[in-house]
């Protein structure tokens, strides 16, 4: 009687193991790099994942918990031609992103180089970064939606923004409009998932916007459940837990004027059809509209910037779909009250904060950030943009932003929101 039933139990368990060998080797996992340590790494508690109610399933998830931290936690070696990833054509790019001069006046970038300044204190303004945020994420007296969630409540879909590295033990969470497409291009290089004629990407300009861009060009968090299935979210607090977090962010207010100048000041047909053309039918009383932003832009017909904010402000906006990317609060992208950061960058600080950044994952030698991106769009503007918005609007507007204001250190504008 004894025989059989050990029989059962080491054929449920080797059954067990087998599968999850093929799960994390055919699919890449980059074992080797999970416990792979930078200098902004540091002990993270893991939240121990709920188990049912049945005695057998929890001795199995137990066996699981203890047989991924062993695995993940190994020092193997992998061939680096494995882990490249092939889905995208070879493709051959100039050394810069060609941009018309239109587009050169709106995004502005700046391709001339800066010599990030070294500052010793730079350390210490990072701690005082990630205690703010961790503060106030403890803080009751700051609410707003989702903060009391735990990571397990976070739908898959709201984490796309989590892109992974496993080659070196990096996650980033890209914020639209803080410098992430350069970021994305960085992550590129370091992760080898995009190959120009055979051979992965070493310069970050180098890689094409539309390949930037391109979702299957990223492992995100969200992927995980197509590739890990039950364990996709076991799988997601290990890579939490060892491998090095950061994101930057930006004022506000002045990621929203440079999201409303780069999506309707620039002739976008996606943001024409899918946002403008609703904008100018129920702010601006437009019933007839052209079909095309060429057309549109033609007859002057332009979303204003007034036209934005009652978009944004107006209740019935997200009844029909969630804010678009490039202007949803930071806390709903990152979640940064259920994932605690390693490194929280600026783009007002972006030179130095990319090269200390760099430093920090020892990759400095290997790469540098791309040539300091200037956004013409500074916060000395706020004023002029805000001059013919109610002062209704903009106290509404602050209440629509406030977390991420208080989250990231960026100090109330007063001077917008009193007479």
């Avoid at 730079?122 to 990571?151: G, V, W």
Wanted: net charge neutral; with cysteine.
């Amino acid at each position: 009687m004894t025989k059989p039933r050990l029989f059962r139990l080491w054929l449920v368990l080797g059954s067990a193991l087998m599968i999850l060998l093929i799960i994390v080797y055919w699919d890449n996992v980059g074992t080797a790099h999970f416990y792979l340590h930078t200098s902004l790494s540091r002990p993270h508690i893991l939240e121990p994942l709920p188990t049912p109610g049945l005695g057998g399933e929890n001795v199995f998830t137990s066996d699981v918990d203890e047989f991924l931290d062993t695995l993940l936690s190994s020092d193997a070696k992998q061939n680096d031609l494995s882990r490249r990833k092939t889905e995208q054509p070879p493709v051959l790019a100039p050394s810069k992103p060609v941009l018309s001069h239109m587009e050169e006046n709106v995004r502005g970038y700046d391709w001339s180089t800066h010599d990030a300044q070294q500052n010793p204190d730079r350390d210490r303004q990072q701690a005082e970064r990630r205690s703010l945020l961790r503060d106030f994420c403890a803080n009751a007296s700051l609410a707003f939606p989702t903060k009391d969630r735990t990571f397990d409540d976070i739908p898959n879909y709201e984490l796309n923004h989590l892109i992974v590295d496993d080659r070196h033990g990096v996650i980033y969470c890209y914020v639209p409009k803080v410098a992430c497409t350069n970021w994305k291009r960085v992550m590129i290089v370091l992760s080898e998932s995009l190959l120009d004629r055979g051979s992965p990407y070493r310069d970050p300009l180098d890689i094409p916007r539309e390949h930037v861009h391109n979702s299957s060009t990223h492992l995100t968090f969200n992927k995980f459940w197509r590739r890990y299935g039950k364990f996709s979210r076991h799988l997601m607090k290990v890579k939490l837990k060892k491998y090095t977090k950061f994101l930057f962010v930006r004022d506000p207010f002045v990621r929203l004027i440079s999201a409303f100048r780069s999506k309707f000041e620039l002739e976008n047909e996606e943001f024409y059809r899918k946002f403008a053309v609703p904008m100018l039918r129920l702010y601006a009383n437009h019933t007839s509209l052209p079909a095309s932003v060429s057309e549109a832009f033609s007859a002057g017909l332009k979303v204003s910037f007034a036209n934005f904010i009652q978009y944004l402000l107006d209740p019935h906006t997200e009844k029909l779909a969630p804010f678009n990317e490039h202007w949803r609060q930071v806390y709903r992208l990152c979640h940064p009250c259920q994932i605690d950061y390693d490194f929280v960058g600026k783009l007002e600080t972006l030179d130095e904060d990319a090269a200390q950044l760099l430093r920090s994952l020892k990759v400095d030698s290997q790469l540098h950030f791309p040539p300091s991106y200037r956004n013409r769009t500074a916060s000395s503007w706020e004023e002029d943009w805000f001059a013919n918005i109610p002062l209704a609007w903009r106290q509404q507007l602050y209440k629509l932003y406030e977390a991420d204001f208080v989250l990231f250190g960026y100090p109330k504008p007063e001077n917008l929101l009193r007479d």
